[in-house]
């Protein structure tokens, strides 16, 4: 039947709808859901480059995880992780929510502010990152040179070469980069409270704190949550401000899941055990993410 027959008939209409959404469909099956299916599929398999120049791919059970687990550097990159995701969400949030406050206020050259604050949301993720890594030099960098002259350092140091601070080094670099996009998502939101809201609880007498936790928090809180689940995902998967500051290094004090899964496939030619552990990032991200999504939808219909 042709195709002018099909859309005369009436199921053309129905049919309308999917073929439209077609394309997309079909994109992102190939771009997104068979990569994450073919990945989680090598974390169970024998994939290392000897076994795949020789075919001999096998399925083994779940012994790449059990390889995760046995490599002590795997609970030194969880506990970096963990603490690199904690202070990262954190601090991104509460700056992010402070400077969303600032500039939803009247105050001058506000389009200049935001314009400003938002400039190392846009600089290219490698850029900002060599930059600083030039900044954090211990002989020419500008930090080091600053801390100095204000008496803060009596001689120059290595922050990405020393174990203590190497971790804390890039933390700084990646709240300085993502602090502006969380900024932009609740200044947003905060633009969109109506202000007759913000007149009824001024004349209730909310200001202050209670103006802010019991007026202005519940407006914005899926805002909040959306800002909150995307800089954890994006926290996670900051690969190039760790490898290309410190690689991890040294001595594996800024080793984090992420970098460790990239030595497991392109260090020691092991996909397997670099699927595995991207497999265990995966789940870890989808059972928070849905976990919290879950806790917003039953707050909103209580």
């Not at 406050?101 to 060599?130: D, E, Y």
């Amino acid at each position: 039947m042709p195709w002018s027959a099909v859309f005369e008939t009436g199921r053309g209409e129905r049919l309308y709808p999917y073929l439209m959404v077609l394309p997309a469909f079909i994109l992102v099956m190939a771009v997104v859901v068979y990569p994450v299916i073919s990945g989680i599929v090598s974390g169970f398999q024998d994939l290392t480059l000897r076994t795949l120049s020789r075919g001999q791919v096998t399925f083994i059970g779940t012994r790449n995880f059990e390889r995760v687990w046995a490599d002590p550097v795997f609970w030194t990159a969880l506990r970096n992780t963990a603490w690199w995701v904690g202070a990262n969400v954190v601090a991104q949030m509460l700056l992010g929510l402070m400077l969303a406050l600032m500039l939803n206020r009247p105050v001058r050259a506000r389009s200049w502010l935001r314009a400003g604050i938002l400039l190392p949301w846009v600089v290219p993720s490698v850029v900002a990152v060599l930059t600083w890594r030039w900044m954090y030099d211990p002989t020419v960098g500008i930090v080091n040179e600053l801390l100095v002259r204000v008496g803060v350092l009596k001689d120059y140091f290595p922050f990405l070469g020393d174990v203590g601070t190497s971790l804390w080094a890039v933390t700084v670099e990646s709240i300085w980069k993502g602090t502006p996009f969380v900024m932009l998502l609740l200044l947003a939101a905060l633009q969109m409270i109506p202000r007759s809201v913000m007149e009824a609880a001024a004349m209730d007498g909310a200001h202050g704190w209670r103006l802010l936790f019991f007026v202005v928090l519940p407006q914005i809180r899926l805002a909040f949550a959306i800002a909150l689940i995307l800089t954890l995902i994006l926290t996670v998967n900051n690969f190039n401000a760790i490898w290309l500051m410190t690689a991890g290094g040294p001595l594996n004090s800024s080793e984090t899941l992420f970098t460790l899964a990239y030595r497991y496939g392109f260090e020691r030619m092991n996909l397997g055990m670099a699927s595995a552990l991207a497999t265990l990032l995966f789940v870890f991200l989808v059972a928070v993410t849905t976990v919290y999504l879950y806790l917003i939808r039953m707050r909103e219909e209580a």
